[in-house]
């Protein structure tokens, strides 16, 4: 038996309102580790038969949350949020900090599936061995430091009065959604704690459309034994003196990159893509670490706490709270939308936190909106009366508040940028897909790739599985640090990426928790390649709503097409030839055909042949040969 | 390594966690040879994000734990003045946890007696974590009788309540 799991999910069905256990077998485990790569089988098996026809925001769609082998004991802490996703009909593993892995760990759960819906509002919450489905009327609506607060008076002393140890047990760790993923906005995260999101994927509707606001863990037990406690320990000590190492990163996190992504790699997205660069050295860190009320914020065993928390203090945006913002926010709720002042930017991050949005998907929809109002596309009118400005939090406010309530256009736009776009487009009577910066309905990272001066490459964002991710990169050689099949691993394992070392270690890492004896050609000659082929399958077969047909729509937005308008790399643009060549090598080196569907040869190299007939219904419905 | 004659004990300062709990991963290796969150004997309370509460055993001048015990389990460490448990002796009758103003004593699932800081035969491991990473929010100092280490143990709600206000000024987030 495989050390570091204890081989079962706990299945919550909100339909039957019963609990079960789900067990898990070893060879699945060998070759599907957890996290993402779990996720993916665990999808393919329920639902792949029928991928095209599973709307992700009905009670078909099972709610995954699920930990790894190496959660808890990896230093920091990862949990993967995944189901069909209504961004991009296909699989994405949605990686949030959270100890609800490490206490479902210690509740005796590798994670959980949530299935069927519920007609009212309901929390899950799980109290050592006792799992309870609850009503939470009173919890419907609230923002996330509302709900914080209501935990805290409602619940924690309930479990304080219940709990099975004596003195006082740590707080439960939660996921939750707020009023957005209420709504069902498919720009909707599944939060964890003040500002983590489960961003990409759009999982926060998942949770609205099953009527869940919250899932609530304590644990009491030990993790599942490691097959190798000494080595493991002396691993933990040496990744730790790594980690700690790292002070400049330690130090600024990522909110470093507001001002370098933007001046040095000309890569940062600027009101709604239309440039890249910006010289605004108000937005460097040394500003934005004078909001900084907590300077080292991590999560559980993590040396390297890149999150700090921002508070405004004085001013319109007084009492604003966030984390760092990080970069991702910086960019995509400030200098995406034309903000370039960090007491804004964090007004605008502790804003979508509050309401439970994904900062990326959702900025990236405001600039694409801002975008279409600046070019007069849509009016004042269609916005009951809102006017997007760049570098205009309030109007921005505006918008957000018409998008979670569904009011006129915000119905929507409450679909995300890629279905609103085509929605709009039917509207208009014109193009207006041109405009939406994302790949496969998720909303491009913050890191173009127009100026080649950043980490993705070309066909970084076309060719991945789970489309616009900045985490989940196709890179070449496919065997590249932080290429998709090494991020499989990272996703799978469950670690933190920001806290990877060299593959090495972590896989000597993996083999210590669970005795297995993985070798690095194994995992990139197989196991990755097993779980990317029926990621990518599940992603072509797509449906109900919208389908990605690989010669259309594996490629950049538009915008990346168009020069960059300022910088030192003025002119610059993607080439579609090269494009076109990359995707060609990437598609190749897998093992998948021209067109990036995995191939039957492949397939059976992988044990995999009978996902060849899922294969067959991508070919016809694409009539590809 | 402290010298052999000095006793110390752990200052905590909220202020200076990142609630990172190395000192739980340290404190559950050292002491029961996995990671285990609940049955580490140093815990960070993190009611609300952000608000981190490290909270362990102060060693109370008159230790109350120890008098509260009718079954003779615990005693004072005469090297470290560290409350040690016989295992043998503790009954988890729980008596200790309700004596301790702090509630800093636990019992949970799956251990046959109470969990209380030893300071790991005064070579406290949760310290050196912290240390070695920098952020100094637990620091091995000289101990001489003081009323002051009872101000330490304090339920981790009222810690948190008083500082929470410094992160979200009047939201009501505890």
């Given at each position: 038996m495989l050390g570091g799991y204890h081989a079962r999910l706990l299945v919550v069905d909100l339909s039957r309102e019963k609990t079960s256990i789900l067990e898990l077998d070893e060879e699945v485990l060998r070759k599907y580790v957890g996290g993402r790569g779990l996720a993916v089988y665990l999808l393919y098996k329920e639902l792949g038969n029928r991928w095209e026809q599973v709307d992700p925001l009905g009670p078909e769609n099972p709610l995954l949350i699920l930990a790894g082998p190496l959660t808890g004991f990896y230093p920091g802490i990862k949990v993967v949020v995944s189901g069909k996703s209504p961004q991009s009909n296909g699989v994405v593993g949605s990686v949030v900090s959270s100890e609800v892995g490490l206490e479902l760990r210690a509740a005796s759960y590798d994670g959980m599936m949530i299935r069927g819906a519920s007609k009212d509002p309901v929390y899950i919450l799980v109290n050592g061995d006792n799992v309870e489905i609850r009503g939470a009327e009173d919890m419907w609506g609230l923002r996330a430091t509302e709900l914080i607060g209501y935990i805290n008076r409602k619940i924690y002393p309930e479990l304080l009065r219940k709990s099975p140890a004596k003195g006082v047990p740590r707080e439960p760790a939660y996921l939750y959604i707020g009023p957005g993923g209420e709504s069902r906005v498919r720009t909707a995260a599944v939060m964890a704690k003040l500002a983590h999101a489960a961003g990409y994927g759009g999982y926060g509707a998942v949770m609205g459309a099953k009527k869940l606001k919250a899932v609530i863990v304590k644990g009491y037990g030990p993790l599942p034994r490691p097959a190798e406690p000494g080595k493991l320990r002396d691993l933990m000590s040496s990744v730790w003196e790594k980690l700690i190492s790292r002070q400049s990163f330690r130090q600024w996190g990522t909110a470093a990159g507001g001002y370098s992504t933007g001046y040095v790699s000309s890569s940062e997205p600027i009101r709604n893509w239309q440039e890249e660069w910006h010289d605004r050295r108000e937005l460097g860190v040394q500003s934005i670490e004078t909001l900084w009320a907590k300077r080292f914020w991590g999560d559980y065993g993590c040396p390297t706490t890149c999150m700090k928390i921002s508070v405004v203090r004085k001013g319109p945006y007084k009492g604003s709270v966030t984390d760092a913002p990080d970069y991702e926010l910086i960019a995509y709720v400030g200098t995406n939308l034309g903000i370039f002042e960090p007491e804004k930017i964090v007004y605008m991050s502790s804003l979508v936190d509050e309401l439970g949005l994904d900062a990326i998907n959702t900025g990236n929809l405001l600039g694409f909106v801002a975008e279409l109002y600046e070019k007069g596309l849509i009016t004042r009118d269609m916005l009951d009366g809102v006017e997007p400005r760049w570098g205009d939090p309030d109007s921005f406010a505006k918008l957000l508040e018409l998008i979670v309530e569904r009011r006129s256009l915000g119905d929507v736009l409450a679909e995300g940028t890629y279905r609103a776009a085509l929605k709009l487009s039917e509207m208009l009577g014109q193009d207006v897909t041109r405009y939406a910066v994302q790949v496969k309905g998720v909303a491009v990272g913050a890191h173009g790739v127009r100026s080649k001066l950043d980490y993705p490459q070309p066909h970084a964002y076309a060719a991945s599985v789970q489309g616009g991710d900045h985490t989940s990169v196709a890179t070449l050689p496919v065997d590249s640090d932080w290429g998709e099949l090494w991020m499989v691993f990272a996703d799978s394992a469950v670690i933190c990426a920001f806290n990877a070392v060299d593959f090495k270690t972590m896989l000597a890492y993996y083999n210590a928790v669970t005795g297995a004896s993985l070798s690095r050609e194994e995992w990139f000659d197989q196991h990755s390649r097993r779980i990317l082929a029926l990621q990518r399958i599940l992603l072509l077969l797509g449906g109900p709503d919208v389908y990605w047909d690989p010669r259309l729509h594996d490629d950049n937005p538009d915008r990346f097409y168009e020069p960059l308008p300022s910088g030192p790399r003025r002119g610059m643009s993607a080439d579609r030839g090269e494009v076109s060549e990359m995707l060609r090598k990437y598609y190749a080196e897998l093992g998948w055909d021209e067109y990036g569907v995995p191939t039957r040869e492949e397939l059976e190299r992988l044990g995999l042949g009978e996902a060849y007939q899922l294969v067959r219904r991508v070919k016809n419905r694409f009539h590809l040969k | 390594m402290p010298s052999e004659t000095q006793q110390f004990w752990i200052m905590r300062d909220p202020l200076r966690c990142s609630g990172c709990r190395l000192c739980e991963v340290a404190c559950s290796l050292h002491h029961e040879g996995t990671v285990w969150p609940e049955a580490s004997r140093i815990r960070v309370y993190e009611l609300v994000p952000g608000v981190d509460v490290p909270h362990l055993c102060s060693q109370c001048d008159d230790y109350p734990c120890v008098e509260a015990c009718n079954f003779d389990a615990l005693r004072v460490?005469?090297?470290?003045?560290a409350v040690l448990v016989d295992p043998e002796k503790c009954t988890l009758c729980g008596a200790c946890v309700v004596a301790c103003p702090g509630r800093v004593p636990r019992i949970v699932p799956a251990k046959d007696h109470v969990l209380i800081c030893d300071l790991c035969g005064g070579d406290p491991q949760c310290v050196k974590a912290c240390s070695n990473a920098g952020y100094n929010a637990l620091t091995l100092t000289p101990r001489r009788p003081s009323p002051l280490h009872k101000l330490y143990a304090e339920h981790p709600l009222e810690t948190a309540r008083r500082l929470a206000p410094q992160i979200y000024g009047e939201k009501q987030v505890i």
């Open positions: - | 460490d005469e090297r470290t003045a």
